[in-house]
């Protein structure tokens, strides 16, 4: 393992390993979780399911490892950017199947996707914290 010196943002935001990996795994875990259980329905879903899941994870690992040569407060905005978009095309891609939902289930596309506006609100939230530290 090489001996990386990350670059040093200017705000709060800090390279940290903790924190990449584990807003990282909390972030994408569910669409590992139902690419594996829409498997048993649809394996199209599952697919693009899982696809979203990798190509989050992948990116998040590419920043990190060129995490030397990347201030962390933008690339931790980029990675909220693309779990937030891989996110959006998992869940609208399950609603264009228009799979059947469990008993008890009341989701529609506009209240799953209103869940979603965490995404932005954490990139506005990170935004003003930084600017603030700045």
Same mark, same amino acid.
């Given at each position: 393992?090489?001996?990386?010196?990350?670059?040093?943002?200017?705000? /709060?935001?800090?390279?940290?390993?903790?924190?990449? =990996?584990?807003?990282? !795994?909390? !972030?994408?875990? =569910?669409?590992?979780? %139902?690419?594996?259980?829409?498997? !048993?329905?649809?394996?199209?879903?599952?697919?693009?399911?899982?696809?979203?899941?990798?190509?989050?994870?992948?990116?998040?690992?590419?920043?990190?490892? /060129? /995490?030397?040569?990347?201030?962390?407060?933008?690339?931790?905005?980029? @990675?909220?950017?693309?779990?937030?978009?891989?996110?959006?095309?998992?869940?609208?891609?399950? =609603?264009?199947? /228009?799979?059947?939902? !469990?008993? %008890?289930?009341?989701?529609?596309?506009?209240?799953? @996707?209103?869940?979603?506006?965490?995404?932005?609100?954490?990139?506005?939230?990170?935004?003003?914290?930084? +600017? +603030?530290?700045?």
């Amino acid at each position: 393992m090489r001996n990386v010196k990350p670059k040093g943002g200017q705000g /709060r935001v800090q390279w940290n390993a903790g924190g990449w =990996f584990g807003a990282l !795994s909390g !972030s994408t875990a =569910f669409m590992l979780v %139902g690419a594996l259980l829409f498997g !048993s329905q649809s394996m199209t879903l599952a697919i693009v399911w899982l696809a979203c899941y990798a190509i989050a994870v992948v990116c998040a690992i590419l920043i990190w490892t /060129r /995490r030397e040569s990347f201030a962390s407060y933008p690339e931790t905005q980029s @990675l909220l950017f693309v779990v937030g978009t891989a996110a959006t095309i998992a869940i609208l891609f399950a =609603f264009l199947m /228009r799979l059947e939902l !469990s008993e %008890g289930v009341n989701a529609t596309p506009t209240k799953v @996707l209103l869940v979603l506006l965490i995404v932005p609100g954490l990139m506005l939230g990170s935004h003003l914290l930084e +600017r +603030r530290a700045a």
